[in-house]
């Protein structure tokens, strides 16, 4: 079946909702920002906000050249879409649609043909291209907290365009199939092993975190960690973050409706009892441990939350959003201290909230999928068995995997030509000044330190 879109008329509320949704996930991305930014130390918040942004920039070129694509032109293979199907949004730009005009004699208008333009599914395909960019781009944007503090701006722009490539527009072209138009030639994961990830805890955060966790790795830990402290230098910054993501979020899962009815609607349900329930789990779990709930950990368990409801929005009730939620809650708040057990620095947990969010959230589709659900595909605890958990768990275990090769590859190809890593003098002087000649705050001098000394908060 060829995949190149239909000609028609697109529905206007469905094409509406799109747009919307496509503006909140990319605000998702300035909100990521905020959230990483806020947890670094002062000397690197603006770096770690510029590789977000950033990736804005790079993901958008490479997607509306080849990455449309790469993710959703036909099958090559089961391992990805033709890249010159859709090449420079070929075929896919349409002007504006309007239904045929009824000639009227008496009011002197004359019968015309309706003018038609590409359509993916109800909406125009520009609409639907435009939805998975801001996808694209978020992916790309999630590593970066992983090696916060300590690589190049140039080594991370250069993996962002490589790794875009490689990595996240083919496994975008295994997950991200649409009915009727990729259904029948693509998207293995999707249409072949059935496994179930309905807005991308396998696309996006199984794969971010993987790379996250194998870039860490690669580049190795901060100077002084974990021995130094490393402090957030600005809650607030954190909080907002996890605001503007939790709003965001509703553009990433209800929009993967792809449409504006009832199961859009649902995934928003499903989206808000999750992160509420993986919010108070965290608050909980801290509480049991350090004898105190904090904001960091209210807004870590918001985005662990959002991230495990994420692959399962579609096929679960409240009472399988709420458990969903409650266990990513309580795993990822101890998966983030894996890290110092096992002595991988990754800065910001990525790999506790996302990589563990993910896996959470996509192989509990096969516990509590719930039949009554749009999925229409039952779990073990309502009696279907193992059939789906064996399934979300080879979905799972075929991105990490590939992710995990190809991003050691692409890490150790830019290490070689551009390089990875700050030199020790820019680490230390702070990534703002050695990258971007700039700082993000202006302290006057007060007894021989900056108002920021006084107050701890600069390291």
């Known amino acids: 079946m060829d995949q190149f879109p239909t000609m028609g008329i697109p ?3 469905d094409t509406a909702w799109m747009l919307i949704s496509a503006a909140l996930v990319l605000l998702m991305t300035p909100g990521l920002a905020f959230f990483y930014g806020g947890m670094v130390r002062a000397k690197s918040v603006l770096n770690m906000i510029m590789m977000s942004i950033s990736s804005m920039g790079v993901v958008t070129v490479l997607w509306v050249l080849y990455g449309y694509s790469l993710a959703f032109g036909n099958d090559v293979g089961n391992l990805f879409g033709d890249p010159t199907q859709f090449w420079g949004l070929k075929g896919l730009i349409g002007g504006n649609a309007s239904a045929e005009v009824i000639a009227d004699p008496a009011a002197g208008v004359e019968a015309a043909e309706a003018v038609t333009i590409p359509l993916v599914g109800t909406m125009p395909a520009t609409v639907f291209v435009a939805f998975q960019l801001m996808f694209a781009i978020l992916t790309v944007a999630l590593i970066s907290g992983a090696v916060a503090d300590r690589m190049k701006f140039g080594g991370w722009l250069l993996f962002a365009g490589l790794w875009a490539t490689f990595v996240y527009f083919p496994v975008a072209h295994w997950v991200f199939s649409f009915d009727g138009v990729t259904a029948e030639t693509g998207g293995w994961i999707a249409n072949k092993l059935a496994a179930i990830d309905f807005a991308g805890g396998t696309a996006v955060h199984i794969n971010a975190g ?9 580049l190795g830990k901060r100077k002084g960690w974990p021995t130094t402290p490393m402090r957030p230098h600005n809650l607030p910054f954190v909080m907002l973050g996890a605001g503007l993501l939790w709003f965001g979020w509703y553009g990433f899962n209800a929009g993967s409706a792809t449409a504006s009815g009832g199961l859009a609607g649902s995934t928003f349900v499903t989206t808000t009892v999750a992160t509420a329930a993986a919010m108070l789990a965290w608050l909980l779990t801290e509480r049991i441990r350090d004898g105190k709930g904090t904001s960091l950990g209210a807004a ?10 994420t692959p399962s929005c579609s096929s679960v009730n409240v009472l399988g959003a709420l458990v969903i939620g409650a266990c990513a809650g309580v795993l990822c708040a101890l998966a983030v201290g894996l890290k110092y057990k096992l002595g991988y620095d990754d800065s910001l947990d990525v790999v506790g909230v996302h990589l563990v969010g993910g ?13 009554e659900t749009g999925a229409g595909v039952a779990g073990l605890f309502y009696g279907g068995g193992f059939d789906q958990l064996w399934r979300q768990a080879v979905g799972a275990g075929a991105v990490l995997i590939y992710c995990a090769i190809a991003t050691a590859i692409l890490a150790f190809v830019v290490k070689f030509t551009v390089g990875l890593r700050l030199a020790e003098e820019d680490e230390a002087a ?12 202006d302290f006057a001098a007060v007894g021989g330190s900056s108002v920021l000394g006084r107050h701890g908060a600069e390291e």
């Open 11 to 13: 529905d206007t509320g």
């Open 430 to 441: 702070g990534a703002d000044e050695a990258e971007h000649a700039e700082s993000s705050y």
């Open 300 to 309: 870590s368990g918001i985005v662990a939350g959002l991230v495990a409801i």
């Open 359 to 371: 896996l959470v959230g996509t192989l509990l589709v096969g516990l509590v999928a719930a039949p």
């Open 210 to 218: 993987t790379a996250g966790l194998v870039l860490a790795i690669i």
